[in-house]
């Protein structure tokens, strides 16, 4: 039987879902929506009595104090009604959860083929509301097609006895398992193949994949297990193995550079060991806190002498363009999984962010999958409930814009977790699979999702066809997985333990075989949330929520009965062996049987052909901008640019304190609303150390050059880390790659070469800066992609790439949390100094891009001087000398003073005349938006000031002004010793906090 | 001496379980963290605790309403293990998600000792989305509360989508006449909100942002006291260091209104029970 349970808040309570949707119709659309009402549907498929239907209404889905529901449709008076549902095989996390508290409530188990699903109805008033208004509203605000369906009904339309006829999406395949046997008769043959089923094997493999399968003696040990040619679930083994995912071909490629000015010749054999792989190692042998890097989810380092901590950062930029929501609350919730899977597992104790789209403002002729102000609402959602309901502070983060995002915009994602260094007598950090270990999976069940990612998101869908190649992360389901293994790691249950993610149980198990040199799985035992996947299908689903898990099978009964007790399935699916075979089974079938050492069979690497043009030969120059004359006008309006103005409406939604350690949060000062440099957390309760993080993006400084990109990148977030009171002396960085395509193809990526110059120069710089700072990359990844082919207003599709970009986050050890500092100056009457050179480096600054100028002179590190100063600074605030410390970043000193001035909710005097340059006589502008790296803003109590002038003495550091009291403005002084800038806290806050302050 | 013992609710998606034992420890406890599937088994016996504590966190995702699923479950299950807990003048204190679990079994408000109906209710918060801020309150000197004896206000964060606490008319003059509204959210001299955002950062009716029952051995609170558990959570320390510092007086890193809140329902137990 089929019922429906609708709920609605009473009439008379604020609804603010639906005022939600009022507002934003109105904003974005213009769209006069009166008033509106949401209605929450619960459709149940199932043999239920009128007793339990009505007790599962009034006890879980309706509150006696703020709700009305009925089992028929609400009588709720509407002109349009607008009914959005999910489509068959998209999670429905409430549906789940609906599914487990009806089966406990009533004490019974629900049947395969009964289910519970959820649904929403909005009933809209407006009289002049029209159908396309409606339209509108459903398809650019409530639902995307690749997820939802839905329905619209004028009152009229509307049968009150039959209201929104919602049918179950249930998922139905109507097909047998099977696998099949694949041609290899010739190249051409296996490629189209390839092509057909979305393989996407590389053109230069396939010979070597039909040499193995064409090898006599393989073929005799093929034939004893019943199998001749290769299979699909093989082939697709292999497409997952040797895919850029997971092995990295263009960091592990050829390049042939070429400097066209220098003529300078290079071979470049591998980016990953030249300048990611070696100085690690090499730091490794340096730095006993590096515990382990380079090989599993995420690196460790030793954070006190019972713990280490674990790091690691993702994107999930494709998915996130199609489905915002989906793909952000996927993105984060699987990141989170790495360090779950790190080691014996770590316990997860924060994580951030970082978005870049495009302009929200956007109203050109391109039309992107999803608007950007429309994509940037769902990846803040997705985040914030992957994150929030993961209980995992979200400490950091940062939203960027530029136009490139269009055409694909990046949603970074970073996690940390903590770990014992010991469990139950073992390194944590250590693991193996060895013959006999069982295979469990633990979590969620597998349907056909993520299958070869969105290529699947062109199928067309029937009533019942899953859309599940978009995913919606469950982060409820992966808190109870995560408790659940903790306990187990700590009764030592767990030998080995990795998660599923990119190409499912195929890397998962493929990897972890490598270690004991073979398996046996059997898939039929995979549990499965429908019924009729093929063999490859679950082999390679990317299904969320689940790890991979080697147990012992003398620890399988505990481990079982603790998996049990919480709430989490896990499952016996094979074993791991030292047959030196990869061998599937399904129902004693064998659909696949290979050598675990196959992918060393001398595939070959990729190739690139590199072509540096540098800044002066691509006709780049220094725009002509005679000096302002109105520089409070210019200050108020750096402040107002999107890219700088305040996002507290974002952090606001972050849940950035639980678990209790929250030292410094991402919003300091008086007011709680400026970015502060770094986070502080102490993930060890009982611990005063802390644990420093930051992250950087500096992706316009790449229109120039990615070499100083990238080392600037990476000097601004050291900067930050020592402006809240980091140790230089433990820099820990994690690169993430965000790169458009690099691949040359005459017509469809002309400037691929140099886009493959870019990622070489980005690469060295890496080393370069790596080096100098001793900075050990604990984790990275790259993501190669980042273009989108946008239609345009005559049909044409115009290819919009990304800039060039690298998200570095850094991480630092604290000894004693009480040291740390904030940005926000403490006391009127303090000293304002400022440390670090300032030279004419507008190039790519924030103050060009207002004039859109690109010019040539980026800025440019000085590791030198760098390392010096910051170790200066990192011993001024261990003596606890400043009140207050801020590293000066994007929009440059004028702006970030006006940042500190908000923060501490007092005036300041600044002459610009006493800031340290690079001894050329640099004229007010360049001296206040000139963003050269290596700065900081200190204040301090003049009684400090001997003793911190002298910790100071032959660097470049020198008074600037003094801090003034919260009746005082900003002054500063330009060097003719006139005021050139005169503006109150409350003209700064008005410029800093108006462009989104309507969202907060 | 004998120690105090309190359980911590575990599992299905709470998550403030470690910082809140911490705190019980740090208040001379002895906390236990407990999944509530090992309560329900019987595995683990509330009899054997003085303390229950309902944290927070997203139980059942929060989906079907904040802490409801909790409430259908842990009633369905141990509803009278709970009742005679209540009754034998134990401590039973609600955190957020755990306070939207205690109004929805019923164990608070307690009107007319009645522990199972559900007559106030904690919804979604007026600003539209979840808000993480610290806020101020003002807490009810002549409040039976036990774990506020002392305390004329506090700053703790708030961190929830579905915070704002609503009831008729008739119920909250109860509430008042019965002295059970503990805390207020409120301006930085402690005086009442009077609902202005974000000082009042959900839309709660007369400020409400914690409510005891008649005995004032049940509580709840939307705000965390367990994320103050260090001088280094609040918001402004740097700046109260620096001032302290320059008038050269001592800066005592536990020394947190959110420690002394869960010492007094530690010394009410001690005096009370061992």
Avoid at chain 1, 19 to 34: D, M, Q
Wanted: aromatic letters at 8%.
């Amino acid at each position: 039987m089929m019922y429906t349970i609708e709920t609605a808040l009473k009439q008379e309570l604020r609804d603010a879902e639906a005022s939600a949707l009022v507002k934003k119709a109105g904003t974005y659309f213009c769209i006069p929506v009166e008033s509106a009402r949401s209605v929450h549907l619960v459709t149940i498929e199932a043999d239920l009595t009128n007793d339990d239907l009505v007790r599962l209404q009034k006890e879980i889905f309706t509150n006696p104090v703020t709700q009305i529901s009925s089992l028929a449709p609400l009588d709720i008076a509407f002109d349009w009604c607008i009914w959005i549902g999910f489509r068959p095989g998209v999670k429905d996390n409430p549906g789940d959860t609906a599914l487990e508290a009806a089966a406990d409530l009533l004490g019974r188990p629900f049947r395969p083929d009964e289910g519970i699903y959820t649904s929403r109805r909005y009933c809209l008033k407006g009289a002049d509301l029209s159908r396309q208004d409606v339209e509108k509203i459903a398809q650019e605000l409530l639902s995307n097609p690749i997820i939802q369906r839905y329905k619209i009904f004028s009152r009229d339309q509307w049968d009150p006895g039959k209201g929104a006829d919602v049918k179950p999406a249930r998922v139905i395949l109507d097909h047998t398992p099977c696998f099949d046997f694949i041609d290899i008769d010739s190249d051409q043959t296996l490629s189209q193949i390839s092509d057909q089923r979305n393989l996407a094997l590389n053109a230069r493999d396939i010979p070597i994949i039909r040499n193995y399968f064409l090898d006599p003696d393989i073929l005799a040990q093929r034939r004893k297990m019943g199998l001749s040619k290769p299979t699909d679930v093989e082939l697709e083994y292999i497409s997952q193995a040797r895919s850029d995912h997971c092995n990295h071909n263009t960091f592990n490629g050829i390049f042939r550079y070429t400097d066209v000015l220098s003529g300078e010749k290079t071979i470049e054999n591998s980016l990953f060991k030249t300048y990611i792989q070696q100085p690690t190692l090499a730091l490794k042998e340096k730095k006993d806190w590096v515990v382990s890097v380079l090989w599993d989810n995420a690196g460790v380092g030793e954070f006190d002498e019972q713990n280490n901590y674990v790091v690691t950062g993702e994107t999930h930029n494709s998915p996130s363009n199609m489905e915002a929501y989906g793909g952000a609350i996927t993105g984060i919730v699987g990141v989170y999984r790495d360090p779950m899977g790190t080691g014996l597992g770590s316990r997860l104790f924060m994580g951030s962010f970082g978005f870049c789209v495009g302009d929200i403002t956007y109203d050109g002729p391109l039309k992107p999958p999803l608007h950007p102000r429309r994509l940037l609402d769902g990846v803040v959602e997705g985040v914030k409930d992957g994150g929030n309901k993961s209980g995992v502070p979200t400490t950091f983060g940062q939203t960027l814009f530029d136009p490139g995002y269009m055409g694909k915009s990046l949603v970074f994602v970073t996690a940390l977790g903590i770990m014992p260094k010991q469990v139950a007598g073992r390194p944590s950090h250590e693991k193996k699979t060895s013959p006999g270990d069982l295979i469990i999976m633990s979590g969620g069940r597998v349907g056909k999702d993520g299958i070869h990612g969105v290529t699947a998101s062109s199928e067309s869908y029937s009533e019942n066809t899953p859309a599940g190649h978009v995913q919606i992360g469950d982060p409820y389901t992966q808190k109870k997985m995560h408790d659940f293994l903790l306990v187990c790691r700590d009764e030592g249950l767990i030998q080995f333990i990795t998660d599923n993610g990119g190409g499912g149980l195929s890397s998962s198990i493929g990897e972890s075989a490598m270690i004991s040199n073979g398996c046996l799985v059997h898939l039929d035992r995979v549990p499965l949330k429908y019924e009729g996947l093929d063999m490859w299908e679950i082999w390679v689903s990317e299904s969320q929520e689940r790890m991979t898990i080697a147990v012992r099978p003398s620890d399988l009964d505990r481990f079982m009965a603790l998996s049990d007790e919480h709430g989490v399935e896990s499952t016996v699916i094979g074993e791991y062996t030292d047959s030196g075979k990869l061998h599937i089974t399904y129902k004693e079938k064998t659909c696949a049987y290979v050598d675990m050492d196959l992918l060393d069979k001398g595939f070959p690497a990729w190739e690139f052909d590199a072509v540096w043009l540098p800044p002066e030969t691509r006709g780049l120059f220094e725009p002509v901008i005679r000096a302002p004359k109105d520089f409070n006008a210019l200050m108020t309006a750096m402040l107002a640019r999107p890219n700088i103005c305040s996002k507290e409406w974002i952090i606001r939604q972050y849940d950035h304190e639980v678990q209790g350690g929250s030292v410094i949060k991402p919003l300091v000062g008086v007011n709680r609303n400026i970015p502060s440099d770094a986070s502080v957390t102490r993930p060890v309760l009982t611990s005063e150390k802390g644990l420093a993080f930051s992250q950087t993006l500096l992706p316009w400084y790449a229109k120039i050059d990615a070499y100083h990109m990238m080392t600037c990148t990476i000097d601004e977030a050291v900067r930050r880390l020592i402006a809240v009171g980091g140790s230089f002396s433990h820099i820990g960085g994690v690169d993430n790659f965000c790169w458009p395509n690099i691949a040359y193809d005459a017509r469809t990526n002309p400037d691929g070469t140099f886009k493959a110059a870019q990622l070489v120069r980005a690469c060295r710089a890496l080393k370069d800066a790596c080096v100098a700072y001793e900075i050990p990359l604990l984790s990275g990844k790259d993501s190669m992609y980042v273009d989108g082919h946008l239609e345009g207003a005559f049909g044409e599709r115009v290819k919009v790439s990304a800039l060039e970009t690298v998200q570095f986050s850094a991480t630092s050890v604290i000894g004693d949390v009480v040291r740390c500092q904030t940005l926000d100056p403490k006391a009127a009457g303090d000293y304002i100094y400022v440390a670090g050179i300032t030279g004419n480096e507008l190039g790519a600054s924030e103050y060009y891009d207002m004039f859109g100028k690109t010019g040539r002179n980026v800025p440019q590190v000085n590791f030198a001087a760098g390392k010096i100063l910051y170790k200066a600074v990192e011993k001024a605030i261990h003596l606890e000398i400043p009140a207050s410390c801020h590293g000066v970043a994007r929009g440059g000193m004028g702006v970030h003073l006006a940042l500190m001035a908000m923060a501490g909710g007092l005036g300041m005097e600044i002459d610009l005349s006493q800031v340290p340059s690079d001894g050329q006589d640099l004229p007010d502008e360049v001296l206040l938006f000139s963003e050269s790296a290596g700065r900081f803003i200190l204040t301090l109590a003049p009684e400090q000031a001997p003793v911190f002038e002298k910790l100071c003495r032959g660097l470049a550091v020198r008074r600037v002004g003094t801090v003034t009291t919260e009746n005082d403005s900003l002054k500063i002084k330009g060097i003719q010793g006139d005021t050139i800038v005169d503006l109150c806290g409350q003209t700064l806050a008005d410029a800093f906090n108006k462009p989104f302050g309507d969202m907060l | 001496m004998r120690q105090a013992k309190a359980l911590i609710l575990t599992g299905f998606g709470l998550n403030c379980d470690n910082e809140t034992a911490l705190a019980f420890e740090l208040a001379g406890a002895q906390s236990h963290r407990v999944h509530i599937n090992a309560v329900i088994a019987g595995k683990v016996r509330l009899t054997d605790f003085h303390i229950l504590a309902f944290g927070g966190g997203f139980s059942w995702g929060d989906d079907h309403g904040a802490g409801v699923i909790q409430a259908v479950k842990l009633k369905n299950h141990i509803g009278e293990d709970l009742l005679s807990f209540v009754a034998e003048g134990k401590l039973i204190i609600g955190i957020c998600n755990g306070f939207q679990a205690l109004v929805n079994l019923g164990l608070l408000p307690g009107l007319d000792k009645d522990y199972t109906r559900r007559s106030v209710a904690i919804t979604y918060n007026d600003c539209g989305s979840f808000r993480d801020q610290w806020v101020h309150l003002t807490a009810d000197p002549k409040s039976p509360c036990v774990f506020t004896s002392g305390m004329q206000k506090a700053d703790f964060p708030i961190r929830h989508g579905e915070g704002k606490f609503i009831a008729d008319p008739d119920v909250l003059s109860a509430l008042q006449a019965g002295r059970q509204v503990v805390f207020q959210y409120a301006d930085e001299n402690a005086h009442p909100a009077e609902g202005v955002f974000p000082l009042n950062p959900n839309g709660s009716v007369q400020d409400i942002a914690g409510i005891c029952d008649p005995t004032g051995k049940v509580f709840g609170l939307m705000p965390h006291p367990e994320a103050y558990n260090h001088v280094t959570n609040h918001p402004d320390w740097t700046r109260h260091k620096v001032m302290q510092k320059r008038l050269g007086k001592p800066f005592d890193t536990r020394d947190t209104p959110g420690l002394q809140l869960f010492c007094n329902g530690v010394d009410y137990i001690r005096e009370r029970f061992l």
